[in-house]
Structure formats: C-alpha cells, structure tokens
C-alpha cells in the first residue's frame, strides 16, 4: 500500500498533492465585480493590498489577541504556537500576544457573533474558499500581499495553495496546512481481534467493525458534537459512490441534485456503519478533541480523520502501534487514492485591528518560522509549506512516513462539504449528518432535506 520512496524530502511529497488537489478542484474563488468593489474599498481603509513593505511597527506597548484553534495540550500544535509567540514577545518586548484558544466549532461560532459587530479579534482563525467568502465580502479582512512579501514568506507555500485563500488577486489568509483524509487503525488493537489487514472494501471494513464491536473495541473514534468531523467521513463515502470527485460541484453548475443515486447510496452505506455500532456510544456529545483522545489512549480501532493528526498520535499513548490507510471503495466505486483534500484552516488578520503593522510584524515571523518549529516537534506532515529535511533522517516515526508515502500517490479528490457550498447549505448539511447518528432515517429525505436547503439558498 505504501509508496516505497520513503526518504524523498517533505517537499516533494507535499508540493506532488498540491498540484494534483489543484488540477482536480481548480481555483473556486473567482469574484465578481461587487467582489472588486468591497476589496477597494478595504484596501483603502487598510493601505494593503500591494506588494509594498508593511508600515513598521513602533516600539509603543501593544496587545494582540490571537484567537486560535489549539486547545489540547498534549499535542505539538497547543506547543507550537505557545513557543513561537513567547519567541516573539521575547524579541519584541513592548508586544503583548494573549491567546484566546477554542475548539475548532467553538471558534466558528465566536467569530460569527464577533463578526457580526465589527470585532474581529487581531488575529483569528478562518477556513478556505467558501467558508472564508463572507468575511471577505464584509470588509472584515486586511489583504496581507504586502506582508507575505517580507522574508521571502510567500515562496514557502506550496505551489496554489494560497489560491484557496484568495479573492480578486489579494490574499487574506495564510494556512496551517495542507492534508488528506486518511483511516488511522491500531494494528495492536486489530492483531486482537484477529484482523489481519485494513479494509480495501466498504463491506470489509463493516464487517471489521462487527468483528471489533463483538470483542468489546470501538470500532471508530469520533467526537460528532463538533458536526464537521460526522460530515468529512461521510465525504469519503460520497466521493466513492459518485465514482470520483466533483459531486457538488455539480450540484452547484446544476448538472446534478442532491436527490441523485450517488447521494443516496452514499447516505445509505453510511447509515449502515451506524447501525453497525461503528461510532461510540453518545457521539453526539463527545467533542472533536475528547473523540480523538478515545483513539490516541487506544480504546478505539480506527479513526478517520485529516493527516495534521499525525504528530499528535506520535505524541500520544499508541505511538508506535499505529498505521494508515486509504477510505475504501463503495460497493466496488471510487479510487482509493483520491482522497478528501483539506487545505487547512488559516491565520487571518483583522482589517479593524488598531494595531494593524504590529499584526502584520507578527504573523509575519510566525509565518516564517512555522515550518521549523513543526518540523522540530515532529509534527511537519501536512503543513502547506515547503520543508527542508529528510523525514526518515530526522527521526520522523514509521507512521508519519506511512503517511508522506500516501500523500505521493494521491490523485485528486474533493474539497469538504462547508469548504464547497454556501453557509446556510452548508449548516443544514452538517445538521443532517448529526442527526443520522442518533435515529435512522430515510435516504431519499435526508436527500430531499438537502435539495431543499440548497435551492433556498442558492
């Protein structure tokens, strides 16, 4: 399964999928002339917006709130980011940094409400393409073309992966990462149970869920009261039975409806890992973090989930025990190297901040410094910058290398599901999933419920 190429650098395996996702998704932010518009208006009232210097900032007492989806500290991210601001505050002793630190639904839904009243904090956190649109649209964001010149930051992305973050020629957001969803399994837990081998199949994985269910191990990990992580399993299924990717986009082009036989297939085969027992019990009330914790203390079998996961279960108590694989086929359809595709969330500057050039100062070195920090922590697999290093060399494990391996063979995939529709579409959707978690329901409706919700928000 895995690519024998080991040793090729991070680089090489991270620019290969990004210039795939590319020519399988293309660039979905185009705008309109409205669009040019507000972004006029903003570079105006920002002075950004070009690729000149950044005012520099003054050596006056400042505090920027840094909002940010890092709670868990026992993984290298909740360590990275409180290493790289100390660093900064240490050089830049007049600057204060306090860090407000949310789960990641928790953060969506305080950035709205801040939104909502013009308080964006200094530094926040937004996700790609459709997700970030509105707050583009309202003036909310400061471009950052001028600071993404300084120290060469901006050639350290990989090659389009700021188009994801991009709307009429400015850039206002920077990434975290670049990832795949993957299956992580506990080869310790699967040697129990007597599975010799992960799943290649939807039917095999089933009836591994059965066999792990009946010794007493859950199956899937999942913490489903944050709803994003219900929906991108359930992507997986959908990119498999619509035999390849591009099922909304054409919904949205009007070549397809939700109510299409590939959709509910795909509601079917998932609602027949719930009914197997796959997920643990009350999953709707454990969140993203605590689910994640049921796989990393080696209580659950298997966990789907995007590929910036990988450092935390190195860190974790299954280090070692763990490998990964691809989602399987459905019912004999898809290719299991197109794969769910996460541009990751992104570091956005407020175009209200007050303290606007010590902003940028400061994303500026964070920027430049991210790479490092997480290729010492051994957390480098999947960030969207280019790293210099053999992986295998530095001491990366036997899993992170497993997953640099799948990275090489990807061929395309989709986007999720509130990274392609709009909001209000978006929401329904993800109320859906949730719900198919707690009582079975009919297909075709959950089809028709989201028809419904798209035509009413087009």
């Not at 507000?38 to 920002?46: C, L, Y």
């Not at 070009?50 to 940010?68: E, G, R, W």
């Not at 009350?282 to 796989?295: C, E, K, L, P, Q």
């Amino acid at each position: 399964m895995v690519n024998r190429k080991m040793k090729q650098t991070a680089t090489v395996a991270f620019t290969a999928v990004m210039a795939l996702s590319l020519a399988a998704c293309g660039n979905s932010n185009s705008n309109t002339g409205a669009d040019k518009k507000d972004n006029a208006a903003t570079n105006a009232a920002t002075g950004s917006g070009n690729a000149k210097a950044t005012d520099a900032p003054s050596d006056k007492k400042v505090t920027l709130t840094f909002q940010n989806i890092y709670p868990d500290p026992a993984t290298p991210n909740y360590k990275m980011i409180r290493e790289l601001t100390d660093a900064y505050m240490k050089e830049h002793p007049n600057v204060t940094i306090e860090l407000d630190t949310l789960n990641t639904d928790q953060q969506k839904v305080k950035l709205k409400t801040q939104a909502a009243s013009k308080e964006v904090p200094d530094i926040t956190i937004v996700n790609p393409a459709a997700q970030m649109k509105p707050f583009v649209d309202a003036g909310l964001l400061a471009p950052l073309n001028d600071m993404l010149e300084q120290n060469g930051l901006k050639d350290t992305y990989q090659k389009g992966l700021l188009d994801y973050y991009s709307f009429d020629n400015n850039v206002y957001a920077i990434p975290d990462g670049n990832n795949i969803e993957v299956v992580y399994y506990n080869k310790d837990l699967f040697a129990q149970a007597g599975i010799a081998a992960p799943p290649t199949t939807f039917e095999e994985m089933l009836k591994d869920v059965k066999i792990l269910k009946d010794k007493g191990i859950t199956p899937l990990a999942i913490g489903e009261k944050d709803s994003w992580t219900g929906s991108f399993l359930f992507m997986n299924i959908l990119l498999r039975t619509n035999g390849g990717p591009g099922f909304l986009k054409d919904v949205i082009d009007g070549k397809k409806t939700f109510e299409d036989p590939a959709f509910i297939e795909a509601v079917d085969a998932f609602q027949a890992l719930v009914q197997a027992g796959a997920f643990p019990d009350g999953a709707t009330s454990i969140d993203a973090t605590a689910g994640g914790n049921i796989f990393r203390t080696g209580k659950a079998a298997m966990w789907c989930i995007g590929s910036w996961e990988t450092g935390a279960i190195d860190a974790s108590a299954v280090a070692g025990k763990v490998g990964a694989f691809q989602f399987p086929t459905v019912n004999g359809k898809g290719d299991p190297n197109e794969f769910m595709l996460a541009p990751g969330s992104a570091f956005a500057i407020s175009a209200n901040s007050e303290h606007l050039p010590e902003a940028k100062d400061f994303l500026n070195f964070f920027g430049t410094q991210y790479p490092k920090k997480q290729f010492e922590l051994k957390n480098a697999v999947g960030i969207g910058q280019k790293v210099d290093g053999d992986l295998k060399a530095a001491g990366y494990s036997d899993l992170a290398v497993n997953i640099a391996g799948l990275f090489n063979q990807v061929k395309g995939g989709d986007l999720a599901f509130d990274n392609t529709m709009n909001p209000a579409t978006a929401q329904v959707h993800l109320s859906s999933i949730q719900n198919l978690f707690v009582q079975k329901m009919d297909s075709a409706a959950v089809a028709k419920e989201h028809q419904a919700a798209f035509e009413a928000n087009k």
